[in-house]
């Protein structure tokens, strides 16, 4: 056994994947992921460089791991700009940026060298930070776009989509090993294949093409759930949302608008406005009458008017979207919305968001509350405290961001389970009712017993 590493992940599901796949690297050359500081060999640290924040989180998680272990090779967004990191603190190993898994494995080596003896080199299955029952599936890195507050597709480079072929055969193999939902990432997952002209790649003896409708159909063949993430409003959009009206894909689009100004999208180099969003909305749920809508809003941004920023209340107000996550305005460094006159005083930011959250939590209570007597499917992803108790998810909730259903049971119902649940009770983000029958599973791929 050539040693044991400590891995610190940080950041977005997109940098989650990432972590994934260096720790089955890691696995496969026979290495041991140490549960503790203490137990590691040296410690790689998988950072988020996307608002100061999360840049602050992840120097603190360096000097955390230097402190505890002493011996650390740092990747992810944050890795994209190693001045930063060399400068405070200059004594890591190494410096590797995101996606970029052989040059942490490199690092890895010259510390640790990796063992030579073939028996030990099995390569196993694929390292999963998740639970067994749900899988991020990254189909593409980088981003095309040029929204003015981000800085991702400086760290992460131009789009790069994977072979539609290559994705299909890592989710067969998910599914085939009990994986119940896959969760398709991207910067923008919308514009997947763009940059591959949407080529064909083989896909169990057939050509398939780099197209996201294409993709998504053949992934729904394979009978798990799949929810899309991180969905550019682009007019296409409109043949996904016909394809969950179908029963294809769940219901649900986690879609960023950002904001509703026109003029503080055209700042932030987005597009859209009250009226176009509140279409686009109007005809997708007409296509698809139970879609769940998620999306993301920035307030504060530079130059925002109270009259803007009451354009935005009123689109919500209007458009009474299922989940809305907020920020505020925070200046990342190189972004160039940095250089906009008009900044907005933090209080003032801190005081709108409160409005927004008060506002959006309104809807949300009064669209929980319309569920209560409906019969739900709930993915079980943990046990409750209260014995019976289960927790898990509609197909209107994403993990780690959405809202959760606790559910009472015969006690026999295990995680990972899909069980339908009447809804007795509701609060403002979750769920509460009673198992009333089991959803039998039949994915239509062979599945690899005992995995
Ligand atoms: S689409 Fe997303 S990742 Fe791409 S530049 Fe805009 S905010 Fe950043």
Redesign the pocket.
């Known amino acids: 056994m050539p040693g044991k590493i400590g891995f610190v992940s940080l950041g977005c599901p997109k940098a989650l994947v990432d972590s994934e796949q260096i720790l089955t690297r890691l696995r496969a050359e026979g290495y041991e992921v140490a549960p503790t500081y203490e137990e590691a060999d040296l410690v790689v640290v998988n950072t988020c460089g996307f608002i100061t924040p999360a840049v602050e989180e992840s120097l603190d998680a360096i000097g955390e791991a230097l402190r505890e272990n002493g011996k650390v090779v740092v990747t992810g967004c944050l890795g994209a700009r190693p001045e930063v990191i060399q400068a405070r603190h200059p004594e890591v190993l190494e410096v590797t940026g995101p996606g970029e898994v052989d040059r942490v494995l490199e690092a890895v080596h010259r510390v640790l060298p990796p063992d030579e003896n073939p028996f030990t080199a099995l390569v196993p299955r694929g390292v999963k930070l998740t639970p067994r029952h749900y899988a991020y599936l990254k189909i593409a890195e980088g981003?095309n776009?040029?929204?003015s507050f981000?800085i991702?597709?400086k760290l992460r480079g131009r789009q790069r989509s994977r072979d539609a072929g290559e994705v299909l055969y890592e989710a067969y193999r998910l599914v085939s090993t009990g994986t119940k939902e896959l969760l398709v990432i991207a910067?923008?997952t919308s514009a997947y294949g763009v940059d591959l002209q949407h080529r064909t790649s083989e896909f169990q003896g057939r050509a398939v093409r780099a197209h996201l409708t294409d993709l998504v159909t053949e992934l729904a063949e394979m009978g798990a759930w799949v929810r899309l993430h991180?969905v550019?409003p682009y007019p296409h959009v409109a043949d996904l949302v016909a394809l969950m009206a179908e029963g294809k894909l769940l219901p649900y689009l986690d879609v960023?608008l950002q904001h509703a100004s026109p003029r503080i999208l055209r700042a932030m180099r987005r597009p859209g406005g009250p009226e176009a969003h509140l279409e686009t909305i109007r005809a997708w749920r007409e296509v698809c009458p139970e879609l769940t809508i998620r999306s993301t809003f920035i307030v504060g941004f530079p130059g925002e008017t109270e009259a803007e920023f009451e354009l935005l209340l009123e689109f919500l107000a209007e458009a009474r979207l299922d989940r809305v996550g907020a920020f505020t305005y925070s200046e990342v460094e190189g972004a160039e919305a940095n250089a906009l006159p008009g900044r907005v005083p933090e209080e003032v930011k801190a005081e709108r968001l409160e409005r927004l959250m008060a506002l959006q939590a309104e809807i949300s209570l009064e669209k929980n509350r319309k569920k209560i007597g409906q019969v739900l499917e709930v993915i079980v992803d943990e046990y409750g405290e209260e014995p019976g108790q289960v927790i898990g998810r509609t197909k209107g909730d994403a993990p780690g961001i959405d809202g959760r259903v606790y559910a009472m049971t015969d006690g026999t119902v295990k995680i990972g389970d899909i069980i339908r649940v009447k809804v007795t009770d509701a609060s403002t983000y979750d769920l509460y009712g009673d198992a009333v029958g089991q959803v039998s599973w039949r994915p239509n791929v062979l599945m690899v017993q005992g995995a």
């Open positions: 981003c776009h040029r929204c981000c991702i597709p910067q923008d991180y550019y960023p």
